[in-house]
């Protein structure tokens, strides 16, 4: 298929796409001065309907009701947004679901937990493709708790095999902790298979899902998994820096040990009493006052999510990778691209990575045409294809632009 057979395919695709008309929703999504945003996966683009939001809170919420806020509304909403992410994005039911803190946070939080409830266990399993956060909050635990790291090795183009997993873990394993899609290749890790075989082992799973949630569907209850966490700033549309959320599972929300022991994680928290006492469910997993500005514009997102159904959102993730990679494979390939992302749909999230040694330059380039995917070492550009806001003439922009900066180069 040649290169303007692609232009007319994804002007088709634009066409048939049931979601196609809800792009407009998102500020930005005309602008002239940007024809391809490839980083969704990494900061998404925010909604009209926030512009309107966080203009009103800052009128009516925060400059007129004042501190009464927080009694009207503030104080609930960690825990009124966990419940909305629970039943539009992770298949988690209520209680179970908070909004707080960074994800670097979240996880020493839970991990940390995690480990004091596995009393006498001495490892935690993790792979080296993991988020640098990740395996950096983890190798800091280990030191702080005294116990050993063992580490998974994964496929360059893959991820974390049932198998690999299995033959890590023992009566050894206090803790898990993975990525659902991982950041780099997009591989889909089969949560549900690697849950139960730690669950035999006796151990618990701290599942990473900052590249999945609101991309790729969860069922956090129906795969029995014990703890959870992602940021929220990237399908998420909670803008940069905005909180991260946690699920710990109902049944581990007793033995919640908070390691870092706040007032508003406490039982009473204005009785400003002596003692640290733990609230009761998912509110001791706060520490302190929560970060109410940073959370309003999620709630955008799931409202759109909730409109367009998460099965939708993964159908359309499905076509727009599968279409990059058909692109890839008769345009970019044969200019010495190579793929980085798995081929299979049902083991791929929503984002592709394609690898080139000229890339870091190329990307570049690109970032002057106002064509913005990102560049990761070694030499990978990644294109993240977010459902609600990338259309397939969009993709397809990104891509023919890729391929005539290397020709250009050539
Ligand atoms: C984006 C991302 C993070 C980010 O953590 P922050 O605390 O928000 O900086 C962590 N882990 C993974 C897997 C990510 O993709």
Not at 9 to 38: C, M, Q, T, W
Not at 60 to 76: F, K, M, P, T
């Amino acid at each position: 298929m040649n290169e303007s057979r692609f232009a007319e395919l994804a002007k088709e695709l634009d066409a048939a796409d049931p979601l196609a008309d809800l792009r407009e929703r998102f500020v930005g999504h005309n602008d002239p001065a940007i024809s391809a945003y490839f980083d969704g996966n990494s900061l998404g683009r925010p909604l009209a309907a926030t512009l309107d939001r966080l203009g009103e809170f800052v009128t009516h919420a925060w400059g007129s009701r004042l501190i009464r806020s927080w009694d009207e509304g503030w104080l609930a909403l960690p825990s009124a947004i966990g419940d909305q992410l629970g039943a539009t994005v992770l298949g988690a039911a209520p209680g179970q679901c908070i909004v707080a803190d960074s994800t670097t946070v979240l996880l020493y939080k839970l991990a940390r937990a995690a480990v004091a409830a596995g009393a006498g266990r001495t490892e935690i399993v993790l792979d080296r493709d993991n988020f640098p956060t990740d395996r950096y909050v983890m190798d800091g635990i280990a030191r702080e708790c005294g116990m050993t790291l063992r580490w998974l090795e994964a496929d360059y183009d893959g991820g974390v095999s049932p198998e690999a997993v299995a033959s890590a873990v023992g009566p050894q394993t206090a803790l898990v902790v993975l990525s659902h899609v991982a950041y780099r290749s997009g591989f889909i890790a089969d949560v549900p298979a690697i849950t139960a075989l730690v669950h035999e082992a006796g151990g618990r799973v701290l599942w990473d899902l900052c590249h999945s949630a609101g991309s790729v569907p969860a069922e956090l209850d129906n795969w029995n998994v014990d703890y959870a966490a992602g940021c929220s700033y990237k399908y998420l549309g909670g803008g940069p820096g905005a909180p991260a959320w946690a699920y710990v599972a109902r049944r581990h929300q007793e033995d919640f040990a908070q390691p870092i022991q706040g007032w508003l994680g406490a039982g009473d928290p204005f009785a400003m009493g002596a003692d640290y006492v733990p609230a009761a469910g998912i509110q001791r997993v706060v520490s302190g006052t929560p970060p109410i500005l940073g959370m309003l514009a999620i709630q955008d997102m799931i409202a759109l999510i909730a409109e367009a159904g998460m099965d939708a959102v993964r159908a359309k993730s499905v076509q727009l990778t599968s279409f990059a990679v058909q692109a890839f494979d008769e345009i970019l390939a044969p200019l010495g691209v190579t793929l980085a992302s798995p081929r299979d749909t049902a083991r791929r999230g929503s984002h592709v990575t394609i690898d080139h040694p000229s890339f870091k330059d190329v990307t570049a380039r690109l970032w002057e045409r106002g064509i913005i995917p990102d560049y990761r070492n070694p030499n990978g550009i990644r294109l993240g294809l977010s459902p609600l806001s990338t259309s397939f003439a969009e993709t397809w922009t990104g891509i023919e632009a890729i391929a005539s900066e290397l020709r250009h180069a050539a």
